[in-house]
């Protein structure tokens, strides 16, 4: 299955955009989806997360209280609401589907990836101070 995300813009800080990921089948088959991003210069990181089999999101530190990931099965989309955005948070977001997350420390997650994971072409987001 391929995800295609879109929703990002440019907004001020302190703005909010919400994202989403729309699949080209159903997402129901994989252990995990989520969301990453990668700044200009900098590597792609997570930013969170839906571990199925845990029935548990995952969010990294960065953004927590201010973006929340959901997701609508019966229309195959995932959906990123993000709030009080910094100029921080500028970068291609990205979509996928993964193999699972293991967990770490007290509040540590990595998301496994397929070896073909197919990333798409993101979402841009820019966010002005």
């Known amino acids: 299955v391929q995800l295609q995300a879109s929703g990002g813009g440019s907004v001020q800080a302190g703005g909010s955009l919400r994202l989403s990921c729309v699949a080209s089948?159903?997402?129901?088959?994989?252990?995990?989806v989520g969301w990453f991003r990668q700044a200009p210069g900098k590597e792609r990181e997570g930013v969170s997360c839906?571990?199925?089999?845990?029935?548990?999101?995952y969010y990294a530190d960065f953004v927590k209280g201010r973006f929340t990931m959901s997701e609508d099965k019966a229309k195959n989309t995932l959906y990123l609401q993000m709030s009080n955005l910094e100029p921080e948070d500028t970068a291609v977001y990205y979509c996928v589907t993964g193999l699972g997350v293991e967990t770490y420390g007290s509040t540590g997650w990595k998301m496994r990836l397929p070896r073909d994971v197919h990333w798409g072409q993101g979402t841009q987001v820019t966010v002005s101070s």
């Open positions: 839906i571990s199925r089999s845990q029935g548990t999101t």
């Open positions: 089948g159903s997402t129901l088959d994989y252990y995990a």
